[in-house]
């Protein structure tokens, strides 16, 4: 497994942007697929987004499609959330994970989360 910690999460008002980070651990990191999800109060967690292995192909879902860009550095170890018009719906806990190779996007490690917060 990767240990993964997210970051960058905070206060934002209605329009504003934001960017989030995920730092995983290991030297494997170019073969995880990466995943973004979100929990908000109340609410169950959901897909924002995920990416492959290399960082060529991404997908998002309709809420955030357009407004969100995941990107990812193997290089580094790291995979990137902007946010960019954002919404008071998008308040939620954000997670980033990792799949499970060879079973590719069924994502077993999770960060921690990082609280985002859209003011109205």
């Known amino acids: 497994q990767v240990q993964l910690v997210e970051s960058g999460g905070g206060l934002v008002q209605t329009g504003g942007s934001l960017r989030l980070s995920c730092a995983a651990s290991?030297?494997?990191?170019?073969?995880?697929?990466m995943g973004w999800f979100r929990q908000a109060p109340g609410k169950e967690r959901e897909f924002v987004g995920r990416?492959?292995?290399?960082?060529?192909?991404?997908r998002y879902s309709d809420s955030v499609k357009g407004r969100f860009t995941i990107s990812k550095d193997n290089a580094k170890n790291m995979v990137y959330l902007q946010m960019n018009s954002l919404q008071p719906e998008d308040t939620a806990v954000y997670y980033c994970?990792?799949?499970?190779?060879?079973?590719?996007?069924?994502?077993?490690?999770w960060g921690q989360g990082t609280q985002v917060t859209v003011s109205s």
């Open positions: 994970a990792a799949d499970s190779p060879p079973r590719r996007y069924e994502f077993t490690s």
């Open positions: 290991g030297r494997t990191f170019s073969m995880y697929a």
């Open positions: 990416i492959d292995r290399i960082g060529g192909s991404t």
